[in-house]
Nanobody
């Protein structure tokens, strides 16, 4: 089992930046595809970013490409999401997710991920 705990959310003005952290415990994340998703009130949980288990490929939703960066520190068992140039429409609860160890590719569907954190609220004021 992998336990994930997100932190770093908060209230920020449009144009500002935040860095979210996702600390894992229980098992290592070093061989897992890791992802970030977000869910706004009344909407579905949407893909934001993902990093392959080799850490050699990153993937982003079109809406955040060029503004958000996913990274990982396997020594700290932590994944990050650096969010720059934030917009009001980025307001949501952000969730960290981990895939089981399968040495496979990356998918964007939330159902493909096996472990989830509790989420952290990001609010961008316009």
């Amino acid at each position: 089992q992998v336990q994930l705990v997100e932190s770093g959310g908060g209230l920020v003005q449009a144009g500002g930046s935040l860095r979210l952290s996702c600390a894992a415990s229980g098992r290592t994340i070093s061989e897992r595809t890791m992802g970030w998703f977000r869910q706004a009130p009344g909407k579905e949980r949407d893909f934001v970013a993902a990093m392959s288990w080799r850490s050699d490929r990153t993937y982003y939703a079109d809406s955040v490409k060029g503004r958000f960066t996913i990274s990982r520190d396997n020594a700290k068992n932590t994944v990050y999401l650096q969010m720059n140039s934030l917009k009001h429409e980025d307001t949501a609860v952000y969730y960290c997710a981990a895939r089981r160890v399968d040495y496979g590719g990356v998918r964007y569907e939330s159902t493909w991920y096996d472990y989830w954190g509790q989420g952290t609220q990001v609010t961008v004021s316009s």
